[in-house]
């Protein structure tokens, strides 16, 4: 061997001892870091962000030594989504009113940052225009200003604007919630909101523009407003789940589920992207430490375990729908299911959604959590259509879904980042979920 070679190889022995020793914390970061990036897009359907996450799942998988179902672990599906690839900009001006149909803009008043200051509502279309802004605010929030401001023309093009700044009591605000409703006659309408919170639609219809409360200082009457920018609607997009299996030592033909999804809201507009480090790159972070533990042989279980990173979770579940209505392997083969959504704080404790549906487990975990002082608290919460578990409990399979609880309150926002993502007390959930798996195979 020449000096080159032996270097090489101590290079590679080197690697070899790292990659075993790294630990639960030093992956899981490494995880989110990876897929809370830029060049994922936020995972979504934007420069077919959800595929390069798959595809890096996959490689993982892979990694680890997983059989597979399927041809690169994929299960494909389709689903119609709206989504926001182009330029989007919006503003807000004082204008000068020449006669009836015609109307100049001066001085502007509100141009925010996307996704900072304004949102565009999930299931907006867009198109370029300019027009008037009709307020709908506190002096019209009764029966008669209501039937005043319906019986408004909106000639041409406006927007209605839903100023609740000033709300005085309780009809008012039911008021408000009618009108948030409502279109009217408008072309689209603008509300203000204590937080910006961004989704997905499957569906479109006439734009709405979400203002933050704290951006948003117009005291002024005569507004109007510029939007530009298009939606673009995706019929029958093409995603898939990604599924991987360890086999069983002794019951290799019964389950035990691990489940995070990988989506999430993706792009909007040309520059902004959500990148999803809690929700839930840091699911798919324990789905992965957990799929790297039970490859390894001085971990194999007498079960099989599979791990199912889900995708379109945030358009409603989409994923785990269509793999409980297209299961790889009989449900009634499943033992149970393990959620993971929103891993990555911790210092109030996990939540457990289903725990009163099977009290016998969430006792069991709440035990194991007490006898090893895992982590600060579990909390029972009863069924909900939240994340990915729901189509299993609703099939008759045993699910848990868990959450963590406290820290930073980032939630479907551009703030939801792996920076701020403390991770804090990850290893000891992971230390409690494999306890509750060992449990589960007594
Ligand atoms: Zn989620």
Excluded at 34 to 59: L, P, Q
Excluded at 131 to 151: M, P, Q, R
Excluded at 255 to 262: D, K, N, W
Excluded at 354 to 374: A, M, P, R, S
């Amino acid at each position: 061997m020449n000096i080159k070679k032996i270097l090489i190889f101590l290079f590679f022995i080197n690697s070899c001892v790292l990659f075993s020793q790294e630990t639960v914390y030093a992956y899981a970061r490494k995880v989110v870091d990876t897929m809370a990036s830029a060049s994922m897009h936020g995972r979504g359907y934007v420069n077919e962000g959800d595929k390069i996450a798959a595809n890096y799942i996959k490689n993982e998988f892979e990694k680890f030594g997983l059989k597979n179902f399927t041809e690169n672990y994929y299960q494909h599906f389709n689903f119609n989504i709206n989504t926001f690839p182009g330029k989007i900009e919006f503003k807000i001006e004082n204008y000068v009113e020449h006669d009836k149909n015609s109307f100049t803009t001066n001085n502007l008043i509100f141009k925010g940052n996307l996704a900072k200051n304004y949102l565009i509502n999930a299931s907006s279309t867009l198109w370029q225009n300019v027009f008037k802004i009709e307020i709908f605010d506190s002096t019209y929030a009764s029966k008669k200003g209501l039937k005043k401001f319906s019986k408004k023309q909106y000639l041409g093009l406006s927007y209605i604007l839903i100023d609740d700044r000033n709300v005085k009591n309780k009809t008012q605000l039911e008021y408000f919630k009618l009108v948030k409703k409502n279109y009217f006659n408008s072309s689209g309408k603008i509300i203000l909101v204590d937080k910006l919170t961004w989704s997905q639609s499957q569906t479109f219809q006439q734009p709405t523009i979400e203002i933050l409360k704290d951006s948003f200082n117009i005291r002024e009457t005569k507004l109007a407003g510029s939007l530009e920018g298009k939606n673009k609607f995706i019929p029958n997009y093409q995603s898939q789940n990604v599924i991987g299996y360890v086999e069983g030592s002794v019951y290799p033909d019964s389950f035990i589920v691990f489940s995070a999804h990988y989506d999430h809201l993706g792009q909007l507009g040309e520059e902004v992207y959500f990148p999803g480090a809690n929700d839930n790159a840091s699911g798919c972070a324990m789905l992965l430490n957990l799929a790297k533990h039970y490859s390894l042989p001085e971990n194999k279980s007498k079960y099989s375990i599979a791990f199912i990173a889900f995708s379109a979770e945030e358009v409603g579940l989409l994923g785990s729908k269509h793999f409980t209505e297209n299961p790889l392997f009989p449900l009634n083969k499943i033992k149970f299911v393990f959620n993971m959504d929103i891993m990555g704080t911790g210092e109030d404790g996990i939540t457990v959604v289903n725990g009163t549906e099977y009290k016998k487990e969430f006792e069991k975990l709440k035990e194991i959590n007490t006898t090893h002082n895992f982590i600060k608290d579990v909390k029972m919460r009863g069924k909900a259509a939240n994340s990915d578990h729901y189509y299993f409990s609703e099939k008759g399979v045993k699910s848990f879904f868990i959450y963590t609880m406290g820290g930073i309150k980032a939630y479907h926002d551009i703030y939801d980042k792996a920076e701020t993502l403390p991770l804090n007390e990850f290893e000891n959930l992971f230390h409690l979920i494999t306890a509750f798996a060992t449990y589960l195979q007594e």
